[in-house]
């Protein structure tokens, strides 16, 4: 069942992501000779108009064909090459390769705005104007340091701490030392508790058990102020997003990237079942950061993502001159291979991941 999710999810953000590029091009004026999801052998395919729609046999991605995105022969000098990508203005090629990514942060914007419309976890002090609209507030962990005191108890993002407040378990922990500290928790409405010893070096002068908590709530807003409230959410989510992609980039460079905590498709199944099993409203909310994610990704100035092909439009635009269509070409064919390579890395770690546990 996780892995349905995870097809379904995957299938629907690779849409949204295609349909931006196909509506911009369709409003352009421009030919759109495909549109599929997945790559590889069709399973079904039909032909409406002059667009082929297809869904294909690896679900790891899709694309829409666009006449003249690749310049050959027939989109630069053909009979239809008033239609082609190539000989429109430059900022409608630019709308068009960006439009994928807008329609990523449009549809993560839609979710979270119903997210917060239906109710959904939210930290007491990050909303205190809704205080008053929150419900079942209660002190919950929302993140564990691997390898921590706290993973190898079994303690897991999302229980929930039964105590008086977040300072009197800080303080329970602190002044424990290594002599064992019981922390009560309420997991799927089943209490538990467990003794576990603090460690010195997690928190810098304190004992710790590498567990963060926050007082949470579940969040239901009227419509009018869900939209506010998802607007500001998006937009702290793509730019956190975009720092977190500047910064490990400029680590990779340094080489001080922490690449491990990259994870590929078979990863993010897991985390998917996770989220659904914490229940729908979670599963939306995380299929609007894998939306930002995706959208983020696409936009870096990498060769194969939309990012590459605007930067290439862009230099265009100011040498006045068209990049040769063999160059263009064979940059793009070997950035999408140096990107498939990357996927099969990251998939074979997080199969090995799943092989140590």
């Not at 607007?231 to 990237?257: E, H, N, P, Q, R």
Request: aromatic share 10%; charged share 20%; hydrophobic share 50%.
């Amino acid at each position: 069942m996780t892995i349905i999710t995870f097809l379904i999810v995957l299938a629907v953000l690779i849409f949204v992501h295609e349909l931006g590029h196909f509506l911009s091009a369709r409003a352009c004026g421009i030919r759109v000779d495909a549109f599929a999801i997945g790559f590889g052998s069709k399973i079904i395919s039909k032909k409406i108009g002059e667009t082929v729609y297809s869904l294909n046999l690896i679900p790891f991605g899709g694309y829409v064909k666009i006449f003249g995105e690749n310049p050959d022969e027939e989109s630069i000098n053909g009979p239809d090459k008033g239609r082609s990508f190539v000989h429109k203005p430059k900022w409608q090629q630019i709308l068009v390769l960006a439009s994928g990514v807008l329609f990523n942060f449009i549809f993560a914007w839609l979710l979270i705005t119903f997210a917060f419309s239906s109710g959904v976890p939210a930290s007491v002090d990050s909303y205190p104007q809704y205080r008053d609209q929150m419900k079942d507030q209660h002190i919950a962990i929302t993140f564990i340091n691997k390898g921590s005191p706290a993973e190898k108890a079994g303690l897991k993002a999302g229980d929930e701490i039964i105590a008086k407040s977040v300072e009197n378990v800080q303080k329970s922990i602190f002044e424990s030392k290594d002599n064992g500290v019981t922390i009560k928790y309420r997991r799927d409405g089943t209490d538990s508790q467990v003794t576990i010893k603090a460690e010195e070096g997690i928190v810098e002068g304190k004992y710790a058990i590498g567990i963060a908590m926050d007082n949470v709530a579940t969040l239901k807003l009227p419509i009018q102020k869900a939209i506010f409230e998802s607007i500001k959410f998006t937009w702290y989510m793509i730019s956190a997003t975009f720092t977190g992609f500047t910064d490990l980039l400029s680590g990779i460079f340094k080489g001080t990237a922490n690449l491990s905590q990259i994870t590929g498709p078979v990863g993010i199944v897991g985390l998917i079942g996770d989220a659904a099993k914490l229940g729908f409203t979670y599963l939306i909310m995380f299929t609007a950061i894998i939306s930002i994610n995706l959208g983020v990704l696409n936009f870096i100035p990498f060769p194969a993502l939309d990012g590459g092909r605007i930067l290439f439009v862009l230099i265009e635009a100011i040498i006045r001159k068209a990049i040769k269509p063999s160059v263009a070409n064979t940059v793009n064919a070997i950035g999408f291979g140096l990107l498939i390579l990357l996927m099969v890395v990251i998939t074979y770690r997080d199969i090995a991941k799943l092989f140590v546990r």
